[in-house]
């Protein structure tokens, strides 16, 4: 029976200096399949994501995966837990995640795509920025202001927190700091929009949301996906450490984001939202 995967897996290498070789050993980060099923009172049960993921804070994943989505909220989740269905092979059961519902599953259909994601790319985001507005609002300007300061320390902060990228040196990260730099919390995953997921699915699973007056930190790009997940959490400013994509700029802008791109050493990209940088 297979173990329970781990962030992590042992590789054997040859490891080639100049003209010399060497065989050791390297740890690779995980890459396995992760199946989010939703279940119901009445039975009812549906696959609504497969994704590629690094094993680890699953039930998180799951829980903002459903709320980035707008599937469903945290208090429309009853309980999550790894699936024990009989016809799941066992070695799978790790890799599946059942969330069971208090009300009955959401119209799947009505969101114009299906949830097959990979590592790579990750889920597009709805089928256009129509599709937000029907259930997200622009967020409110509030009272978060970030110096340059600041925004220069986030990277290596994000960095230090990092524990398995530090082993592996491949893995993106997603990190929520407090408007004065102070890190909350990192996760981390092959697909960056995982790590994301992952860190929005803790703070609904513990009452934190949304997210008004923190800062979103990623390790790569800023995409689509990034940041309508940041939109659905309330977070009002994202940044990252290269360069957005051209309809995240378009959301940012429309929904009264702040969106920080190329945020490298001392220097940074303000694509959106500069009324929340505290420049002179």
């Excluded at 003209?19 to 049960?45: F, K, M, Q, V, Y």
């Excluded at 902060?157 to 990092?162: D, E, F, N, P, V």
């Excluded at 790009?221 to 051209?246: D, T």
Aim: hydrophobic content about 40%; some cysteine.
């Amino acid at each position: 029976m297979k173990t329970r995967p781990g962030p992590t897996t042992r590789a054997r290498v040859r490891e080639l200096n100049g003209s010399s070789a060497r065989e050791r050993r390297d740890d690779l980060a995980t890459e396995e399949p992760l199946e989010i099923r939703l279940t119901a009172p009445g039975g009812e049960r549906r696959t609504v994501a497969i994704t590629m993921r690094t094993p680890g804070h699953d039930f998180e994943l799951a829980a903002g995966f459903l709320h980035g989505e707008g599937l469903a909220r945290p208090g429309d989740i009853a309980a999550i837990a790894y699936c024990t269905d009989e016809d799941l092979p066992p070695q799978a059961r790790y890799n599946t995640v059942t969330v069971r519902l208090r009300g009955p599953v959401p119209d799947l259909p009505a969101l114009e795509r299906h949830f097959l994601t990979s590592s790579a790319c990750g889920v597009c985001g709805s089928a256009s920025l129509d599709a937000l507005r029907d259930r997200c609002r622009p967020l409110p300007d509030g009272s978060l202001r970030l110096s340059p300061g600041v925004l220069y320390g986030l990277p290596d902060a994000l960095r230090r927190g990092q524990g398995v990228f530090g082993k592996t040196g491949g893995l993106h990260a997603a990190g929520l700091f407090t408007g004065d730099g102070t890190l909350v919390g990192v996760r981390e995953d092959v697909g960056r929009h995982n790590a994301v997921d992952k860190l929005t699915g803790w703070a609904a699973l513990t009452g934190r949301l949304p997210l008004s007056g923190h800062v979103l930190m990623v390790s790569g790009r800023a995409s689509y996906e990034i940041m309508q997940k940041a939109l659905a959490a309330g977070i009002a400013v994202v940044c990252a450490v290269s360069a957005p994509s051209s309809l995240a700029v378009d959301l940012a802008r429309e929904f009264g984001m702040t969106l920080v791109g190329f945020l490298r050493g001392e220097r940074c990209n303000i694509y959106a939202g500069e009324e929340r940088i505290a420049v002179e």
